[in-house]
T-cell receptor
Framework: KAGVTQTPRYLIKTRGQQVTLSCSPI?????VSWYQQTPGQGLQFLFE???????NKGNFPGRFSGRQFSNSRSEMNVSTLELGDSALYLC?????????????FGQGTRLTVV | KNQVEQSPQSLIILEGKNCTLQ??????????LRWYKQDTGRGPVSLTI?????NTKSNGRYTATLDADTKQSSLHITASQLSDSASYIC?????????????FGRGTQLTVWP
């Protein structure tokens, strides 16, 4: 059974550009969550999708957006990139959104903004 | 304020030795607590997940304990191996919310020396 797949693994962008990251959850999983990980802040919750609907959102500016498709694949978009957006972006998938559900993480996309 | 604090921030031990990592949380209402292992540049991998009623849970050489009264958890690693070198992250989720609303500690960076 394939795990959570994130693409691309590495990305270099310049300030002001926009970027789209992709996450394919484990087959059968309908919930996808996104997190930003930086050395200074650790893992921070961005948003959560379930059946194409955003269920929860963290405290990030509107430049960060996402969506989920009917096949549960999810994309995250960051517009007008800033240097501080450089981070490892992780997505996690689970069967449902219950607090006790097991969450499986992808390998992450390492975004560097220069 | 919902917070998860981990200690120590970093730890160096010799191969074969045991160690204990600590996690204190103020997250409420509590649903479950998880320990994840994250190798450098990779996504976190679940080690254990414990609910309110569970005091101890083991996964091979990893044993997690939970004291819901004092809101403390520990992760004990026995007979450490070089492959145990990683960041160990304590994660707490709340009742009444969805899976995505996870609260992360900043992790303990464990280095095992030969």
């Amino acid at each position: 059974k394939a795990g959570v797949t994130q693409t691309p693994r590495y990305l270099i962008k310049t300030r002001g550009q926009q970027v789209t990251l992709s996450c394919s959850p484990i087959s059968g999983h309908r919930s996808v969550s996104w997190y930003q990980q930086t050395p200074g802040q650790g893992l921070q919750f961005l948003f959560e999708y379930f059946s194409e609907t955003q269920r929860n959102k963290g405290n990030f500016p509107g430049r960060f957006s996402g969506r989920q498709f009917s096949n549960s694949r999810s994309e995250m978009n960051v517009s007008t990139l800033e240097l501080g957006d450089s981070a490892l972006y992780l997505c996690a998938s689970s069967l449902d959104t219950e607090p006790g559900a097991e969450a499986f993480f992808g390998q992450g996309t390492r975004l560097t903004v220069v | 304020k919902n917070q998860v604090e981990q200690s120590p921030q970093s730890l160096i031990i010799l191969e074969g030795k045991n160690c204990t990592l600590q996690c204190n949380y103020t997250v409420s209402p509590f649903s479950n607590l998880r320990w994840y292992k994250q190798d450098t540049g990779r996504g976190p991998v679940s080690l254990t997940i414990m609910t309110f009623s569970e005091n101890t849970k083991s996964n091979g050489r990893y044993t997690a304990t939970l004291d819901a009264d004092t809101k403390q958890s520990s992760l004990h690693i026995t007979a450490s191996q070089l492959s145990d070198s990683a960041s160990y992250i304590c994660v707490v989720s709340t009742r009444g919310s969805t899976l995505g609303r996870l609260y992360f500690g900043r992790g303990t960076q464990l280095t095992v020396w030969p």
